[in-house]
């Protein structure tokens, strides 16, 4: 089992910036991506930003390329999402989740909600206008 715990959620104003953590523990199943993705309210849930267990891929949504920065800090066991001049329209619950990499990698998977095996519980983060 594989726990995730995100924090660094909040309430900021637009143009602002939030760093969210997300720390993982539990048993040590291997390499692993680490996704983050997001859910308005009445919206389905969608692809952030994601890393592989090197920091060697990393991948992005259209709507935050250039403005959130994706990384990880194995010494911490801990993946790391610093989003900057944030929109109101970034107004969600955030999830981190683990993708268990035990397949030959196709392009996509990192996307897909499907794919990942353990997630977080979720954190707010509100951008005002």
């Known amino acids: 089992q594989v726990q995730l715990v995100e924090s660094g959620g909040g309430l900021v104003q637009a143009g602002g910036s939030l760093r969210l953590a997300c720390a993982a523990s539990?048993?040590?199943?291997?390499?692993?991506?680490v996704g983050w993705f997001r859910q308005a309210p009445g919206k389905e849930r969608e692809f952030v930003a994601a890393?592989?267990?090197?920091?060697?891929?990393?991948f992005y949504a259209d709507s935050v390329k250039g403005r959130f920065i994706i990384s990880r800090d194995h010494a911490k066991n801990t993946v790391y999402l610093q989003m900057n001049s944030l929109k109101p329209e970034d107004t969600a619950v955030y999830y981190c989740?683990?993708?268990?990499?035990?397949?030959?990698?196709?392009?996509?998977?990192?996307?897909?909600?499907?794919?990942?095996?353990?997630w977080g519980q979720g954190t707010q983060v509100t951008v005002s206008s």
């Open positions: 989740a683990a993708d268990i990499f035990d397949a030959v990698y196709v392009p996509g998977r990192e996307s897909r909600v499907w794919e990942y095996d353990y």
């Open positions: 890393i592989s267990w090197s920091g060697s891929s990393i």
């Open positions: 539990g048993r040590d199943r291997g390499t692993y991506t």
